[in-house]
């Protein structure tokens, strides 16, 4: 599978010229790091991409899998996790609500949730980490670390949208471990068959899994060897 | 008469409002302000359903519902207008006002036929009872963790793309239906019914939700939502004491309101951050 951009011009509204102009730019499964300066349009890319922002405006084909991309299929994490999950209800609950769809979040059956409880566990289980999970499951959010905060919020994007995930520059307020567990998590999701789309500052990240670096500079995009 | 049995009688009734205020403030964070009339609304439309029907369940029901209406109209007032938070309430509390002086044509009402005292106590015991374990599954279901979201980051349920107005609506009906249904409970217990019976209710419901939310600390999460008709027999109870042997002869059961805003004042005074917590919008 694979997220396949042709022709794209994207810019901010009210803006004469594009922010990112570029002809094409295929993005595999696996970890995909974008890099460069400040202001060079790396999370101007990733908001084009999640197109659940309004913000900017986007001509060109995004195409998955030779289907044009549309709502509800990427889920975008930003530096700031507490944005992104609910600090009162616990890590389980969290995942719970972020798999649910629709109008099954007015289900007045807690039975429903219980079975869902045990999807997401064995979702879960999959993953090399699930020790280090496990003893997370149950605490409320709040009493989290802001490392288990991040990994809390990349787990709800990719239990939700599974196929496309975005993250803006978010390990960059986490410690070295920290920071290695979240890439170790990721490069599973990765050859799970999630495309992994990853904006950083951070140069030690790329020495982890060297194979996807596109460096954003001049409103192009290029694949750095 | 024992020192227990007046907190525990206005507890039996005043723990369903505080139930709604909870909802209101504490889970969806919508300052609903319109609480004081919500409860004036439920207690007199009791009598007037309960005059015309002579049912006191069906009364109940119906108090349930149309208090319900009210606060999916207020939440509707939010959503749909995208009229300011506090201006909904303001509007919906002005409204019932007027509702509720046309419903009688006079400041008081007594209900037509006196219920005898164990009778009402049974009633309200069972309607407590119900509603309270109607709460917790609440609170536990997906719905109520959709409402606890929409109140601390309404970002992720637009993200998961979750019916934000409806979960939104339904809470606020529950919470407003809670809070006229303990209006009801106030006609069935004193036998009559008063415009003004609900003023004041707001700050006092407040009050108790900070007393339980402290006791909560002490208590695993699943016990928290039973703690509430606790924080507010200790609230009724610490305001009994206070008039009867603390005051001197200075307060009366008018000057409540004050010292429920005292109580709330010295909370942010003394720990600002856990109250900010509890109450923010």
């Known amino acids: ?225 | 008469m024992n020192i227990f049995s007046t907190p525990l009688n206005e507890a039996l009734i005043y723990s369903l409002c505080v139930y709604g205020v909870y909802l209101l403030f504490r889970q969806l964070r919508f300052p609903d302000i319109s609480t004081d009339n919500v409860f004036s609304f439920g207690s007199i439309s009791f009598v007037f359903f309960f005059i015309s029907n002579d049912s006191l369940i069906l009364s109940i029901l119906l108090v349930f519902l149309s208090g319900f209406l009210v606060g999916a109209f207020t939440s509707l007032l939010y959503s749909k207008f995208k009229i300011p938070k506090l201006l909904c309430g303001v509007i919906t509390y002005s409204i019932l006002f007027s509702i509720n002086l046309k419903f009688f044509n006079k400041p008081n009402v007594s209900m037509p036929s006196r219920i005898s005292s164990e009778e009402s106590i049974v009633l309200i015991v069972i309607i407590n009872v119900v509603l309270i374990v109607f709460m917790s599954i609440l609170l536990k279901s997906k719905l109520g963790k959709s409402i606890n979201t929409i109140g601390n980051n309404p970002a992720i349920l637009k993200e998961f793309r979750a019916p934000s107005t409806w979960v939104l609506l339904i809470g606020c009906g529950i919470a407003n239906a809670l809070i006229a249904v303990s209006g009801a409970l106030t006609s069935v217990h004193f036998g009559f019914s008063d415009v003004s019976i609900g003023v004041g209710l707001l700050i006092n419901s407040v009050a108790a939700i900070i007393i339980s939310e402290n006791l909560m600390i002490y208590f695993p999460k699943r016990y928290h939502i039973f703690l509430i008709p606790v924080g507010v027999f200790i609230y009724h109870l610490l305001l009994f004491m206070v008039i009867t042997y603390l005051s001197f002869g200075l307060l009366d059961y008018t000057d409540y309101k004050l010292i429920s805003g005292v109580i709330i004042i010295l909370f942010f005074l003394t720990s600002y951050k856990r109250a900010k917590d509890i109450i923010s919008f």
């Open chain 1, 1 to 225: 599978m694979s997220l396949i951009l042709k022709d794209i011009k994207v810019s901010y509204e009210g803006m004469k010229f594009p922010i990112l102009e570029f002809d094409n730019l295929i993005l595999n499964e696996g970890l995909n790091f974008l890099i460069g300066k400040n202001g060079s349009g790396k999370s101007t890319l990733l908001k084009a991409l999640s197109n659940y922002s309004n913000q900017v405006s986007v001509e060109g084909l995004i195409e998955l899998d030779g289907e044009k991309l549309i709502n509800g299929y990427v889920g975008l994490v930003s530096q700031d996790p507490e944005k992104s999950i609910n600090l009162e209800l616990s890590f389980l609950e969290n995942l719970i609500l972020a798999k649910t769809n629709g109008w099954n979040h007015l289900s007045f059956l807690t039975q429903i949730s219980r079975v869902e409880e045990n999807h997401v566990i064995q979702f879960l289980k999959g993953f090399n980490n699930w020790e280090l999970i496990e003893a997370l499951l149950n605490v409320e959010a709040n009493n989290l670390s802001s490392g288990q905060k991040q990994i809390l919020a990349i787990f709800m994007r990719v239990i939700r949208y599974r196929k496309v995930l975005l993250l803006d520059e978010c390990t960059a307020n986490l410690d070295y471990i920290n920071t290695g567990i979240i890439i170790d998590i990721l490069s599973e999701m990765g050859r799970n068959g999630t495309i992994i789309v990853f904006a950083t500052h951070q140069r030690e990240l790329l020495e982890t899994d060297a194979s996807n670096i596109y460096l954003v500079e001049n409103g192009n995009i290029t694949r750095k060897v």
